[in-house]
T-cell receptor, first 113, second 115 residues
Framework: AQSVTQLDSHVSVSEGTPVLLRCNYS??????LFWYVQHPNKGLQLLLK??????LVKGINGFEAEFKKSETSFHLTKPSAHMSDAAEYFC???????????FGTGTSLTVIP | GAVVSQHPSRVICKSGTSVKIECRSL??????MFWYRQFPKQSLMLMAT?????????EQGVEKDKFLINHASLTLSTLTVTSAHPEDSSFYIC???????????FGPGTRLTVL
């Protein structure tokens, strides 16, 4: 079975400071991992995905994530937070077929002006 | 990119009534679609897999008779919440896989409020 654990339910950063959202995964095979963002009353937007290519994945809006097998982690980072980054972030792992997605519990990011 | 739409975006209904939510793949065909449920400030939970031309596959703990799924065509799946109660109030999201491995397109969601 596969699952993801988001270690922080809420993260608060000041505008212009780095963002770190933590995610650990569990999988019996080489996983595919994703980060999605959900703004209030909006649909899910794919930020980035890892599918066993480069371990450092760059996504949209300046976000990136690094796959670390030794630590079973896939943390999301951004060098400088922007007010528009305030949203809910989900770490996701897919099953072996690549069709079924399993979501973490989410991390709510607040950006303080 | 491919687009998945949902209708309605919001619905309010009285307790005991049934509500139908549509999920459409707008410019691609989807033999499989997925239905998720999201409680306020919580994660998305996979409810069921909708299969075109056959019965849906439900996740453990999801009542089949409560959440009726029909996948009548290659571009449309419907979720009907039967005899809705306030505890069914939630955000329902559908998704459809794209052509590429691990590609998934999510609908914008439907917010159901049962009074």
């Amino acid at each position: 079975a596969q699952s993801v654990t988001q270690l922080d339910s809420h993260v608060s950063v000041s505008e212009g400071t780095p963002v770190l959202l933590r995610c650990n995964y569990s999988s019996s095979y080489s996983p595919s991992l994703f980060w999605y963002v959900q703004h209030p009353n909006k649909g899910l937007q794919l930020l980035l995905k890892y599918t066993s290519a480069a371990t450092l994945v760059k996504g949209i809006n300046g976000f990136e994530a690094e796959f670390k097998k030794s630590e079973t982690s896939f943390h999301l980072t951004k060098p400088s937070a922007h007010m528009s980054d305030a949203a809910e972030y989900f770490c996701v792992v897919s099953d072996k077929t690549g069709n079924q997605f399993y979501f973490g519990t989410g991390t709510s990011l607040t950006v303080i002006p | 990119g491919a687009v998945v739409s949902q209708h309605p975006s919001r619905v309010i209904c009285k307790s005991g009534t049934s509500v139908k939510i549509e999920c459409r793949s707008l410019d691609f065909q989807a033999t499989t679609m997925f239905w998720y449920r999201q409680f306020p400030k919580q994660s998305l939970m996979l409810m069921a897999t909708s299969n075109e031309g056959s019965k849906a596959t439900y996740e453990q703990g999801v009542e089949k008779d409560k959440f009726l799924i029909n996948h009548a065509s290659l571009t449309l799946s419907t979720l009907t919440v039967t005899s809705a109660h306030p505890e069914d109030s939630s955000f329902y999201i559908c998704s459809a896989p794209g052509l590429l491995y691990n590609e998934q397109f999510f609908g914008p969601g439907t917010r159901l409020t049962v009074l």
